[in-house]
Structures are given as structure tokens and as C-alpha cells.
């Protein structure tokens, strides 16, 4: 590996690389267009026509909107008031199409009831989501039949429009593509520093960087710019599909690197592999549910959120919170396992140093990123269907497709290679070359040549040649 020949200074320069590139994407992405585009509606009340329905629509669509969101705002006449209540809403969603007529969106009228909650003022409540855009434009009817049954009068309800910045779909566009070109430049970069030499002397990180790289060429979607040609909920699905894949391999990669070093010999599946794909397994498993749950139900109720089958949701919240816990436990007790045993050994503790700093590195920026985008709002009733509303600008959107890729560059460079890599391996069967050259068990555990003295290659020689002479 490239990692045993770096020197300190080597090391400092891929973070400061590493740190630069992913400090220029946020750059870009704060420069960056806004991702949601607003269109407010604001309707004035009065006694007599609150139970009459809102005929409200929507700005003119293309499938650069991605998708559509309805929400609205009750604004009391009385500030700071306290007030809990569950409201019956009628939505019928209708699209526009060309000749002027409109059509039902899924030929039905939806009743739903919500919960108004205000306390200083009154929370937006969401009245239907369109997951993608079959129409350039949709007249939504919406009404109340509780309203007038409020403690407080009603001042107005602000009803507000929502689409992704077709300026931004723009920007995602081009920076999908690059990602996926230099992620395939990367992929194949490794590939060919590795044709020369066996799986059997392959590490066991770069066993998984040759599969991590491919999971990240569909991280970043080839398949994206189908959702701008195609009316379809499949190209999203797609998306949310490939995305939960790599980030489980990722996970799944951390336990098996963390637990891999100090195994010795062949890693047997029932006992290595099994633990850590079921748990793995299990998040995928809750991760992908959640949105086939959410896209399936929308395309059939433009109004459906979970909150709607809370038992269910709070359920499958419940269990996906056990299995993150049970995997960050286990995680840090093969860390620390990993650590306290191998800390002394040479190279070995070196892989371990440079994969948990800038894993490290990269879960801090993590968490400091959904903090700012999310606050405390992350595990609300209803946050899966909010996620997307609360983008504030490019940076956000960047960060994250930056952050994993440039990770995985960095490790892809670390873990490749070095430039005399073949010509030591010619030397293995010399000790003196043996740390450099040898698989990550021979170097832990040691080789079949490990009861030989070290000595040096001229020695070595002349040795075999005094043998020769006597013969």
C-alpha cells in the first residue's frame, strides 16, 4: 500500500487536500442558487366564508420543479396563545393539462386530519406533496371543517407553493455528472494499479475499496437526468435505492476493516461476515422500507404523511434506533478492541491511525451538517417527508455529495499501490522485503520466512553462492 510509504509530511498534505477540496464545494454550493422556490398565496378571512373551499393554483411547472409541495400557515387574531387541536381538511388535487380541462391527480377526494399546534404562532402544516410532475400546472381545492370551531378567531391562512429552484436542478445536474466522471476516472485508476498482483495480496481494505468505488458511481446516479425525462416515480426510487446501498456498505466496510485486521487466517463467513451483514441488513432493510413506504403512498394520496399511520411509523422509528445503537456499540467495541491490541505493531497501527482520523473527520462534518440542516427536527413524526423542504442553499446539497467522495478518493489514493510495489514483490521471498510486500496477515501474524534473520540482500547472495561453490 501507498500508506507504508508516506511520511509524516505526506500524510499532513492528503488531509490539507482533502479538506481543500471539500472546503471548495462548499464555497461553490453557499454561491449556489437556493434550492426551494416559494410562491406565496395569502387569503383573508372573515365569518362567512370560512368553511367555503380554497381554489388555489399553482405557478407554472416544468420538470426542472422535481416535485411540488402545498403547505399553509393558521394565523390567529391573538398572539402568544397556546392552542392544540385536530382539523378535518378536503383536499382534491386537479392538473392542468394542455386543452384547459382538469382531470382528478388519482381521481379522488382526500380527508385528512391534522393536528394545528401553535404556540407563539401556529405551525405549517403540509397539505399535499407531489413526488414528480405530471402537469405544467394543478389547481388544489382545499377546506376546513373545524376551523370555525376554534377558541380564537382566525385572522387569514397563508398557503404557500414549494418546488425544488429549476436553477439548482441545473447545478445538481452538472455536479452529479462530474462526480460520476470522477468517480469512474478514480475506479479505473485503481483497478489498473491492481491488475499486476493477485487477490491473494490484496489487503483488506483494498478488497473493499474495489467494491465501495462501483457503490459510489451509483452514489452519485448516472441514472438522475431520467427524472427530467421520464414522468415517472421510478428514476426517485432509483436514487433513494443507490444511496442507501452504498451508505450501508459503507458501514458494513468500517466493521469488517475494524474486526478484519486482527483476524487471523481465512475469514470464515458464518462467524466474520454474518453478524455484521445482519446488522447492516436490518438498517438497509428499515432505511428502504421507509421510502417505498412514503413514495408508494403518495402516488396513490398526494395528502398521505406518516403521521396519518403513526402506530406503524413509531414502530419502525423504534426499531431503527435499536439497530443504530446496537451497530455504534459494536463499532466502537471492535475500535477500541482494534486499537489496545494492535497499537504497538508496526504498519498495522498505522492503518489504524489514518482510518479512524479521517473517518473521524468525515462523521464530525457529518453531524455538524445535519445539525445545521435539520436541528432538532430530525426525528419528528413526520421528517421523512419534510427532509426536502428544509434545504436552505446549495452548500447543503454539496457538502454531503462532497464529503463521501472525496473520502473515498482519499482512501482509494492511500490504499492504492505504491510506485515499487511489483518490483518488491519479486523480492518477497528476501525478509528484508517482507513487511512491505507481504498480505495483511503476514504481516500481523507473520510468514513462513519470519524464523529467518534479517539480512541484507548481499549477504543473502552470497550465501547462496558459497552453497553453489560447495556443491
Known amino acids: 500500500m501507498r500508506l507504508y510509504t508516506l511520511s509524516k509530511r505526506h500524510f499532513v498534505l492528503v488531509f490539507v487536500v482533502f479538506f481543500v477540496c471539500f472546503g471548495l464545494t462548499v464555497f461553490i454550493g453557499i454561491a449556489g442558487p437556493n434550492v426551494i422556490e416559494t410562491s406565496v398565496a395569502r387569503t383573508d378571512l372573515n365569518n362567512s366564508i370560512k368553511l367555503k373551499p380554497f381554489n388555489l393554483s399553482s405557478p407554472p411547472l416544468s420538470t426542472y420543479n422535481q416535485q411540488l409541495w402545498l403547505t399553509c400557515v393558521v394565523e390567529l387574531d391573538q398572539h ?10 378536503t383536499v382534491k388535487v386537479l392538473g392542468v393539462v394542455k386543452d384547459g380541462s382538469t382531470p382528478y391527480v388519482n381521481n379522488q377526494v382526500h380527508n385528512r386530519t391534522r393536528l394545528l399546534s401553535c404556540a407563539q404562532k401556529c405551525s405549517e402544516i403540509i397539505v399535499a406533496h407531489l413526488g414528480y410532475l405530471n402537469y405544467t400546472q394543478y389547481n388544489v381545492f382545499v377546506s376546513f371543517e373545524d376551523l370555525n370551531k376554534l377558541t380564537y378567531a382566525i385572522q387569514n391562512i397563508t398557503f404557500t407553493w414549494k418546488t425544488y429552484n429549476p436553477t439548482f436542478s441545473q447545478v445538481e445536474i452538472w455536479f452529479r455528472f462530474v462526480f460520476v466522471v470522477l468517480t469512474f476516472m478514480v475506479t479505473c485508476l485503481f483497478a489498473h494499479s491492481l491488475r ?30 431520467l427524472s427530467f425525462l421520464v414522468n415517472s416515480w421510478f428514476p426517485g426510487m432509483l436514487d433513494d435505492l443507490f444511496q442507501s446501498l452504498f451508505l450501508c456498505a459503507l458501514l458494513l466496510f468500517w466493521l469488517c476493516v475494524y474486526h478484519g485486521i486482527r483476524v ?22 428499515a432505511s428502504v422500507t421507509l421510502g417505498v413506504w412514503q413514495t408508494v403512498n403518495e402516488v396513490h394520496d398526494p395528502t398521505y404523511q406518516y403521521r396519518v399511520d403513526t402506530g406503524n411509523f413509531q414502530g419502525m422509528k423504534i426499531f431503527f434506533l435499536v439497530v443504530a445503537t446496537t451497530y455504534i456499540l459494536y463499532l466502537l467495541f471492535l475500535i477500541v478492541r482494534a486499537c489496545s491490541e494492535l497499537r504497538n505493531m508496526p504498519y498495522v497501527d ?20 445535519l445539525y445545521l440542516r435539520f436541528g432538532a427536527q430530525v426525528l419528528q413524526d413526520n421528517f421523512v417527508a419534510e427532509l426536502s423542504t428544509h434545504y436552505q442553499n446549495s452548500a447543503e446539497f454539496l457538502s454531503f455529495y462532497g464529503l463521501l467522495n472525496f473520502y473515498l478518493y482519499t482512501l482509494a489514493f492511500v490504499y492504492s499501490p505504491s510506485k515499487n510495489a511489483l518490483y518488491e514483490s519479486q523480492l518477497k521471498d528476501n525478509p528484508a522485503f517482507s513487511m512491505l510486500n507481504d498480505s495483511d496477515d503476514d504481516v500481523i501474524y507473520g510468514s513462513d520466512y519470519e524464523e529467518m534473520p534479517l539480512q541484507n540482500g548481499q549477504a543473502i547472495r552470497a550465501k547462496f553462492k558459497e552453497e553453489s561453490d560447495s556443491d
Open 196 to 225: 499486476k498482483f493477485s487477490m491473494r495480496d490484496w489487503g483488506i481494505e483494498q478488497k473493499w475499496m474495489s467494491i465501495l468505488l462501483p457503490l459510489l458511481l451509483l452514489y452519485n446516479d448516472p441514472f438522475f437526468p
Open 350 to 369: 498505522l492503518r489504524l491511525k489514518f482510518l479512524t482520523a479521517l473517518t473521524f473527520v468525515v462523521l464530525v462534518i457529518s453531524i455538524v451538517i
Open 80 to 89: 402568544d396563545v397556546s392552542l392544540k387541536k385536530n382539523v378535518t381538511m
Open 264 to 285: 487471523q487466517g481465512e475469514r470464515k463467513c458464518l462467524t466474520f461476515y454474518l453478524p455484521k451483514f445482519l446488522i447492516v441488513g436490518l438498517l438497509w432493510l
